[in-house]
Nanobody
Framework: QVQLVESGGGLVRPGGSLRLSCLAS????????MGWYRQAPGKQRELVAT???????NYADSVKGRFTISRDNARNTVYLQMNSLKPEDTAVYYC???????????????WGQGTQVTVSS
């Protein structure tokens, strides 16, 4: 059974840093684009950053210069390094894989359960 499991969330003061990890487990041959999205209370889920298999990245304007997405294809893991955190970054952060290829075919638009990030003094 394929799962995306996020970790690394928590409470941090403004200006602080956190590093999120998302491990894709199960029988996986390949994963296409992976990304991070977030949803704050009362708001829609929004894109934070994505990264392709070959490392092409895309960021929301609100996090450019502060967040860095990376991935380790051998470990089926994607990371999000978050620096200079602001209170408005507070949200549940979700990992996404747009296509996971396995022995029985593929899964599309696959999501993790989310990890809470709270930025507060």
């Amino acid at each position: 059974q394929v799962q995306l499991v996020e970790s690394g969330g928590g409470l941090v003061r403004p200006g602080g840093s956190l590093r999120l990890s998302c491990l894709a487990s199960g029988r996986i041959f390949a994963i296409n684009t992976m990304g991070w999205y977030r949803q704050a209370p009362g708001k829609q889920r929004e894109l934070v950053a994505t990264i392709t298999t070959v490392g092409i990245t895309n960021y929301a304007d609100s996090v450019k210069g502060r967040f860095t997405i990376s991935r380790d294809n051998a470990r089926n893991t994607v990371y999000l390094q978050m620096n200079s955190l602001k209170p408005e970054d507070t949200a549940v952060y979700y990992c996404n894989a747009d296509r996971i290829v396995g022995p029985n075919g593929y899964l599309t638009d696959f999501w993790g359960q989310g990890t809470q990030v709270t930025v507060s003094s």
